[in-house]
């Protein structure tokens, strides 16, 4: 058994738990991928807050 959580291989590791019949590590392993995306975009939506905090427009500075 892999015990291994890659956020790339969440959505396959959950089928292979189906197709064995394990479907407590499906829902772990779909659980995982979900929550990772969500930290993603989470990440991604702050990192371009401060990106633009930090330069703003230059539509203003004419």
Do not use: F
Not at 11 to 18: E, G, K, P, T
């Amino acid at each position: 058994k892999r015990q291994k959580t890659c956020p790339s291989t969440g959505a396959l590791d959950a089928v292979a738990a189906i197709m064995e019949g394990q479907a407590e590590a499906a829902i772990a392993a779909a659980a995982v991928s979900t929550a990772t995306a969500k930290l993603s975009i989470a990440a991604a939506k702050l990192l371009r807050e401060l990106q633009e905090s930090q330069h703003p427009p230059d539509n203003s500075t004419e």
